[in-house]
């Protein structure tokens, strides 16, 4: 045998060994595929979150406001803006377990210029496991806009400038619809910044509660004079090797440098989740500002993630466009119509508008036509847009943990059942 014979045979054993493993991973990544296929298509739904053990309420629940002790005020960031609060209850009763993910609604008496104090409530993302002993939030000072009569900010400004370690402080009970399950699913957490608040409590508890769940965080902030808790994240993914983390910074610091402070350098995007994701059956929780949810919630349906795997929670007024699944057939004597229009009165305000499904809820609906309607939470769980009804029916998305009066309606998450008027 010649030489040149010798070595087609030896590239022929390389080539087939190379396509055999390539092979076994296509075959791999093409089950994968078929199994995310058939989640979208309905063949074989995602199963439901599962009930969380940390969610039933036990001993120590409460209904009204409890007052805590603000046992630890820590800043938290380079700039000074966020801060983190540890509340111990004033009775040294047991606490409410919670749902990591989940808030605190907290009623406060702010001055209001005029030698009064005004009541203003207020949710705030648990931003820890949860713990026997006392509850954590990390508060985020929004800067009062110049000439503004009501500068967004006043209640997080009082925590700030007011609150001190030893203050009282109402809150009620944990609530929220956000929050992680306890299943075995991997995880997909995406922050843009001070959305890492209730992602620090799913992280925490999971990696805590279930060491063997494959975890991912993207975490995206200007640069390192605004990152949180990166130390502690960093101790994280080096003691829990199915922790994995990535900082991604949108306008790094001339100090920063790749691979040692961040790992991407731009906005968290679909492009990066891409690169770094393998094709498995992730829950994606997503919390920040609506422009982040406004470009990744679509852009992750559009990647074929099915829908009831994309959990989100934004802040302030936000309306994300869902992909909506394909209507079933109807007889038309049924005399159902696909899109019903309904007729919503805000009295008070003296507008008629048509609600559509795609309106979202009747706050969104009067958040979009210019009406103003003050609002907490955003997921039934303060009381704070709490409105009369004067005639009509509402029906809600999900059951509120707040108990509206009878004779009201909690606009945040509620829409039209029939024709409505509203003293709003």
Known sequence: MTSLSLLFWIL????????????????????????????????????????????????????????????????????????????????????????????????????????????????????????PDHYRVSIKRISASAGADRPPGRVSNHFHDQVQEGSLLLARAPAGHFYLDSGEDPVVLIAGGIGITPLLSMLNWGLTQQPGREIWLFYGVRNSHEAIMTEHLRALADTHPQFKLRLCFSNPLATDQVGRDFHHAGRVDITCLRLELNLKPYHFFLCGPTPLLETLVPALEEWGVPPARIHFEAFGPASIPRRQPAPSPEPVAKGLASAPEILVTYARSGQQLTWRPDAGSLLDLAEAHGIAIPSGCRAGGCGTCQTRIASGEVSYRQPPDYDPEPGTCLLCVCTPKTAVTLEA
């Open 12 to 131: 022929l054993g390389i080539s087939l060994q190379l396509a055999i493993f390539l092979g076994i991973s296509f075959g791999r990544h093409w089950q994968n595929y078929l199994a995310l296929k058939a989640n979208i298509t309905g063949s074989a739904p995602p199963a439901p979150l599962a009930s969380h053990p940390e969610g039933v309420p036990g001993q120590g629940s409460w209904t009204d406001y409890r007052p805590f002790l603000v046992s630890r005020k820590v800043i938290e960031d380079a700039a000074g803006s966020i801060c983190s609060f540890y509340l111990e209850p004033e009775d040294g009763q047991p606490l409410s377990r919670f749902r990591p993910g989940q808030f605190l609604t907290f009623r406060l008496e702010i001055p209001d210029g005029a030698g009064g104090v005004e009541p203003l409530v207020r949710c705030y993302s648990l931003s820890d496991a949860p713990r």
